[in-house]
């Protein structure tokens, strides 16, 4: 909707690359006449729920056998998904629904808690732990949620975060009363540029703000559509990189789980936030393909944080 956006864009996501060792393994057999053993990785899903991706290898074995493998990029782009700290929100749910309904603010900021998790996510990602670092690039949503949670990250890799306006989280910057919600701009750039110096700001966001205020709260459909073109535009990256590379992806709680199911072609239920769970600054992450499913290395992990920052028995509140 905003193709003005698409050089800026361009020019960013062919930014840093970098190699590192892969030292998690999947597992899944593969059935008929070329059974076999792949490797693969099975990441935990909500509250012990995991998500298998044999298909993934399944796939990835015919290609290879057919010979189309061989056509795609070689290098790989690795995608570190994290969900934002703690928000103002995120507090009014733990108490009600009823209350978060009554009290809630179009875009909160981190908790004090929220932003003690980002900082330990920032120290973890610092110490460069296998897999998912070195990090060429830093992306992250609009919301001041997650370009607060970006702040101390980029400060401990020493990287300029680049805002991706459409990868907010499914509803949108909206107010209002229930049900008689009106959407809001969201930060403006001279808002952006006040608080959070040194962030990369896409031309698309300007005195009005990034949210298109038209949707007021954003239907469900929309966010699906809106959550496919992240992924296209994940599957064109992976598609330009000439080196193997890293990038963390700061947002949502129901954005990533789209994402990722979009990525992965998981399809097992409608609603949004519903398969893939995530805790505050939990971490997932996939190696994106420009064609086909992805490859899920893990999901939700939170063992970089200290327990005492992990709402154990409150996983998915949003």
Request: with cysteine; proline share 6%.
């Amino acid at each position: 909707s905003r193709p003005h956006r698409d050089d800026f864009y361009s020019f960013l996501d062919t930014m840093a690359c970098f190699s590192v060792s892969v030292r998690l393994l999947t597992r899944k057999a593969l059935s008929g006449a070329r059974r076999r053993r792949r490797s693969g990785l099975v990441g935990w899903v909500g509250l012990g729920m995991a998500v298998s991706v044999g298909g993934v290898c399944s796939a990835q074995q015919a290609d290879s056998d057919s010979g189309e493998g061989k056509k795609q990029n070689s290098k790989r782009l690795r995608v570190l998904f994290i969900r934002h700290g703690e928000s103002y929100n995120n507090t009014l749910c733990a108490i009600s629904w009823e209350h978060f309904w009554k009290h809630r603010v179009p875009d909160p900021p981190l908790s004090n808690h929220g932003e003690i998790q980002a900082q330990a996510a920032a120290d973890y990602l610092q110490k460069q732990p296998n897999v998912i670092t070195p990090i060429d690039a830093i992306y992250t949503s609009p919301m001041t949620r997650a370009l607060c949670t970006a702040l101390p990250i980029s400060k401990q890799l020493n990287l300029n975060p680049i805002i991706w306006e459409d990868i907010y989280e499914v509803g949108g910057c909206y107010g209002g009363p229930k049900p008689h919600f009106r959407g809001e701009g969201g930060l403006t750039r001279a808002e952006i540029k006040e608080k959070f110096p040194g962030y990369i700001i896409p031309e698309a966001i300007d005195d009005n703000g990034w949210y298109p205020k038209g949707l007021n709260k954003e239907s469900h459909s929309h966010a699906n559509s809106r959550s496919n073109s992240i992924s296209q535009r994940l599957r064109d990256m992976a598609m330009k990189v000439d080196k193997d590379t890293t990038i963390a992806f700061v947002a949502h709680h129901d954005t990533i789980d789209l994402v990722m199911r979009d990525l992965l072609n998981i399809s097992l239920h409608p609603e949004p936030g519903t398969v893939i769970k995530h805790y505050n600054c939990a971490f997932s992450c996939v190696d994106v393909k420009p064609a086909g499913p992805s490859v899920l290395l893990f999901a939700n992990r939170s063992s970089h944080l200290p327990k005492d920052l992990v709402e154990w028995e409150k996983l998915g509140i949003v």
